[in-house]
T-cell receptor, first 113, second 115 residues
């Protein structure tokens, strides 16, 4: 499989728990993005990595959210002390040097109960 | 703030007819646009893109039209098929200095194809 892989596909957690999602981008892509999508809405940008450097973070990314890409390959997105408002689809995307080829994964659907 | 939006939340068409999905954008600095298709439970899938130095671009059964005067973008799907049923988003990527390549999405139009 040469696409963007995200795990888990679904996560149900109790309010207050921490969760971590993983994204494996297309291997030759050095740029990686996280987006959040709520029901009926378009994806909203959260953060951007070029190689291992996190170069931009949205104001949507509160202190409870942290993202890493330690070796410039896979990335993790952690949400601490989850709240019901965090329930959403979390999408990862990657691309190479040009904007063409911007590829999304299938996402991780988070439900906070 | 500036955003990319779509005119209609839902579009219902008969199989075999042509579909037109519209999008209005407000960021005059935008010079690159993408249409995505999203099926239930999946991530957005690239359909076609267009740069601001073009008015029209054609792909396989799809055409994107860009009217910079009125800041309007449309996606035309020819001979719509049941497999075209999905949510369609337009997205903006303004190539400003230091651009990170992040995309700004509209709210989406749900295309329903009736057999």
């Amino acid at each position: 499989d040469t696409g963007v892989s995200q795990n888990p596909r679904h996560k149900i957690t109790k309010r207050g728990q921490n969760v971590t999602f993983r994204c494996d981008p297309i291997s030759e892509h050095n740029r990686l993005y996280w987006y959040r999508q709520t029901l009926g809405q378009g994806p909203e940008f959260l953060t951007y990595f070029q190689n291992e450097a996190q170069l931009e973070k949205s104001r949507l990314l509160s202190d409870r959210f942290s993202a890493e890409r330690p070796k410039g390959s896979f990335s993790t997105l952690e949400i601490q002390r989850t709240e019901q408002g965090d329930s959403a689809m979390y999408l990862c995307a990657s691309r190479g040097g040009g904007i063409y080829g911007y590829t999304f994964g299938s996402g991780t659907r988070l439900t906070v109960v | 703030g500036e955003s990319v939006g779509l005119h209609l939340p839902t579009l219902s068409v008969q199989e075999g007819d042509n579909s037109i999905i519209n999008c209005a954008y407000s960021n005059s600095a935008s010079d690159y646009f993408i249409w995505y298709k999203q099926e239930s439970g999946k991530g957005p899938q690239f359909i076609i893109d267009i740069r601001s130095n073009m008015d029209k671009r054609q792909g396989q059964r799809v055409t994107v039209l860009l009217n910079k005067t009125v800041k309007h973008l449309s996606l035309q799907i020819a001979a719509t098929q049941p497999g075209d049923s999905a949510v369609y988003f337009c997205a903006e990527n303004p190539f400003r200095s230091g651009n990170t390549g992040k995309l700004i999405f509209g709210q989406g139009t749900t295309l329903q194809v009736k057999p």
